[in-house]
């Protein structure tokens, strides 16, 4: 998650009733511009007329984890193709499902960036931060890892569990950001838990295995309990770990 969300959740904190003329980042009247373009009453395009610029480079965070999405939907057909046809797979188009992921870290950097630059962010803006991280850094590694051959029941159970814990992070955070110690810039201290983000080392685990032609059948540690209901894959137990570390209350990671 990018320092913008903590930074306007702490800002609508601290805003006091006013017409906020000299608010810094996420100030009063940036928020009432929103909430006035997106009542009923304000005519057509009103929400892409409420968007700042910050709000259109976390939509980009959100595209490359549906584009991540989509791309290993096509890896999964074209290893079906591959099966069927006792060919093997081009490994191309699962390093490209992955490759999408550090370009949305990219976008989710820089939007906080533009909004401290810009001095301007929104209600909007934070909702869309976590929801384009849960796409991004939740979604699209599950997804990945079902392409690269981790399918099973609870592989499955696995996967759902690792996403889950991502979008419980995100809405703790959402909740939580405001009581979390700031510094003298009004920035959170420390995150609570491990960030979303951090799924890239899951990312980069699995290009790892692509590069080795450790997919499907050989994935690592290969499957346990094969032909019974409880079959799965160890490496699935990388997702349920990470899963609860992004939930831990106790650990505390510093903010760069």
């Known amino acids: 998650m990018s320092k913008r969300t903590s930074a306007s959740y702490a800002a609508v904190a601290a805003a006091p009733p006013t017409d906020g003329a000299d608010e810094p980042s996420g100030s009063q009247p940036a928020f009432d511009k929103q909430k006035l373009l997106l009542s009923s009453d304000t005519g057509h395009f009103s929400l892409v007329r409420a968007m700042h610029l910050a709000d259109l480079i976390t939509e980009l965070n959100g595209f490359c984890g549906?584009?991540?999405?989509?791309?290993?939907?096509?890896?999964?057909?074209?290893?079906?193709?591959?099966?069927?046809?006792?060919?093997?797979?081009?490994?191309?188009?699962?390093?490209?499902?992955?490759?999408?992921?550090?370009?949305?870290?990219?976008?989710?950097?820089?939007?906080?960036?533009?909004?401290?630059?810009?001095?301007?962010?929104?209600?909007?803006?934070?909702?869309?931060?976590?929801?384009?991280?849960?796409?991004?850094f939740g979604v699209a590694p599950a997804a990945a890892a079902f392409a690269l051959g981790v399918r099973t029941p609870l592989d499955h159970l696995a996967l759902a569990f690792f996403v889950l814990c991502g979008l419980t992070r995100l809405a703790r955070f959402n909740v939580t950001a405001a009581n979390i110690p700031k510094d003298a810039t009004g920035k959170a201290q420390y995150f609570e838990g491990t960030p979303i983000p951090t799924t890239l080392a899951l990312d980069g685990l699995m290009a790892y295995w692509v590069s080795n032609g450790w997919v499907h059948e050989n994935l690592p540690f290969g499957t346990w309990l094969a032909g019974t209901p409880l079959e799965f894959h160890p490496v699935a137990l990388l997702f349920i770990i990470h899963g609860c570390l992004m939930c831990s209350k106790t650990i505390h990671i510093p903010k760069p």
């Open 66 to 136: 549906i584009a991540s999405v989509f791309t290993s939907m096509h890896y999964c057909l074209q290893h079906a193709t591959a099966v069927a046809n006792n060919t093997v797979a081009p490994h191309s188009t699962a390093y490209l499902a992955l490759a999408f992921l550090p370009f949305g870290l990219f976008f989710d950097f820089m939007d906080g960036k533009v909004a401290r630059w810009r001095k301007k962010s929104s209600m909007m803006g934070q909702e869309l931060d976590s929801l384009a991280d849960l796409i991004s």
